[in-house]
C-alpha cells in the first residue's frame, strides 16, 4: 500500500505544471506593439555594424569592420510565443574588412533600446566572438 502511495505521488509531482493563461505582450498594461524592422532594414544593419566596429576597436585593439551583408533573412518571430518580448531573429553573411565571409547571427528586439526606449539589436559574427559569449559558433545568438 505504502509503494502504490509513493508511486502516486511521485506521478503527480512529475505531472506538467497546469497550463497559465498567455496574455499576448500587446495586451499588457505597458503592451509592446510587436513592430520591428525587418532583418535587411538599413537601419537595422547600420546598427550592428557600428556596434561592431565600435567594440572591435575599444575591447579588441582591432579596426575590423563589417563592409556588407549578403543573404540576410529572417529565421525566427516569436520563438517562445506571444507571451515574451518581441523578438526577431535573423541570419546571413557579412563580409568583414580582412576580406572574409563569415556567418552572422543576430536579433532585433522591442524596447531594449537606451533605457528601454525602441528597439535595439545583437549580433554575433561567427569566428570573431572572442569572448566566447555565444559559443560554440554564435548558436546562442539564434533562438
Not at 520591428?36 to 544593419?45: H, N
Not at 533573412?73 to 526577431?88: F, K, N, Q, S, T
Not at 580582412?98 to 549580433?123: C, H, M, P, Q, V
Request: charged share 25%; proline share 6%.
Amino acid at each position: 500500500m505504502k509503494w502504490l502511495a509513493a508511486f502516486i505521488s511521485c506521478m503527480l509531482l512529475s505531472a506538467p505544471a497546469l497550463a497559465r493563461e498567455i496574455n499576448p505582450a500587446e495586451r499588457r498594461e505597458e503592451p509592446f506593439d510587436a513592430s520591428l524592422p525587418a532583418c535587411a532594414d538599413p537601419s537595422v544593419l547600420q546598427d550592428i555594424s557600428s556596434r561592431f566596429a565600435s567594440k572591435e576597436g575599444r575591447f579588441w585593439n582591432s579596426d575590423l569592420k563589417l563592409i556588407g551583408f549578403e543573404r540576410v533573412r529572417e529565421v525566427a518571430w516569436r520563438p517562445w510565443g506571444l507571451d515574451y518580448i518581441p523578438r526577431r531573429f535573423c541570419t546571413g553573411t557579412v563580409v568583414v574588412s580582412d576580406g572574409y565571409k563569415r556567418r552572422i547571427n543576430f536579433s532585433i528586439r522591442e524596447d531594449l533600446g537606451f533605457i528601454g526606449i525602441g528597439w535595439n539589436t545583437e549580433a554575433c559574427v561567427d569566428g570573431l566572438d572572442r569572448h566566447y559569449a555565444f559559443a560554440p559558433h554564435c548558436k546562442q545568438a539564434a533562438p
